[in-house]
C-alpha cells in the first residue's frame, strides 16, 4: 500500500494527497497516517511543502466529511423510527431510544465532533450522526477543518521531522489505534450490558 500511496503522490503532488485523504475519509480502513506521515517524508526531497500537503489533506478531509454528512442527512430519525417500527422488537429497541440517543447528540455534538476527528476510524464515521442529528452544516464544517487540520499537521511535520524513518511514527500510531479500538470494545459492551440490564429492571 505504501509504494500505491507513493506512487500516486508523485505524480499528482498535492491533489494526489487531497484524492487519497478523500478516499480515506470514505473508506476509514485506509490509513491516514501512512499518508500523512510519507506526505511529510516526500517534502524533505521533493517540490511538496508541509504547508501545501496539510492544506491539501485538510481540504480532502472536509470534502469526505461533507459527503459522509450528506449521508447521515438520508438517515434522519424519521426514517430510523420507521425501522425501529419494522425491527425495534428483534432489536429491543423503540422510538423513544432513538430520540433519547438524537438529543444526547445534539447536547454534545460540538465537543463530540471537534474530539473525534483526533480518534483513528471515528474520526471519519462521527460525520453520520452528525448529519442524523441535522448538527448545524457551518459548525459542522468549522469544527471538522480544525481537528483535521490538528490531526494533519501533528502527522506531516512529524513524517518531515523524522525523515527516511518516517514509518516510525506509522507504527507509534498503530499502536494508538489498536489501543482506541479496545477501549471502544469495552465501552460498547459495557454500554450494551447496561442497556440490557435497564430493559431488564422496566419490563
Known amino acids: 500500500m505504501v509504494e500505491w500511496i507513493g506512487e500516486i503522490m508523485s505524480a499528482y503532488g498535492y491533489l494526489g494527497v487531497f484524492l487519497l485523504i478523500l478516499i480515506e475519509n470514505l473508506f476509514p480502513p485506509i490509513p491516514s497516517e501512512v499518508i500523512l506521515a510519507f506526505g511529510g517524508f516526500m517534502t524533505t526531497y521533493s517540490e511538496l511543502t508541509e504547508t501545501g500537503v496539510i492544506v491539501a489533506a485538510t481540504a480532502g478531509s472536509v470534502i469526505g466529511a461533507m459527503i459522509l454528512y ?109 489501543f482506541v479500538y479496545i477501549l471502544l470494545g469495552i465501552v460498547g459492551i459495557i454500554g450494551c450490558l447496561s442497556y440490557i440490564g435497564f430493559r431488564r429492571r422496566r419490563a
Open 70 to 178: 450528506s449521508i447521515g442527512l438520508l438517515v434522519d430519525v424519521p426514517r430510523l423510527e420507521k425501522m425501529v417500527d419494522r425491527w425495534g422488537h428483534v432489536l429491543r429497541l423503540k422510538r423513544k431510544d432513538i430520540h433519547r440517543a438524537d438529543e444526547w447528540f445534539s447536547k454534545s455534538s460540538f465537543w463530540t465532533v471537534l474530539l473525534c476527528r483526533l480518534v483513528p476510524l471515528i474520526r471519519s464515521l462521527i460525520s453520520i450522526p452528525a448529519g442524523m442529528s441535522t448538527m448545524n452544516f457551518f459548525l459542522f464544517i468549522i469544527l471538522t477543518a480544525i481537528g483535521s487540520l490538528v490531526w494533519n499537521s501533528v502527522l506531516v511535520y512529524t513524517g518531515a521531522a523524522l525523515g527516511e524513518n518516517w514509518e516510525s511514527i506509522v507504527l507509534k500510531m498503530d499502536t494508538y489505534s489498536n
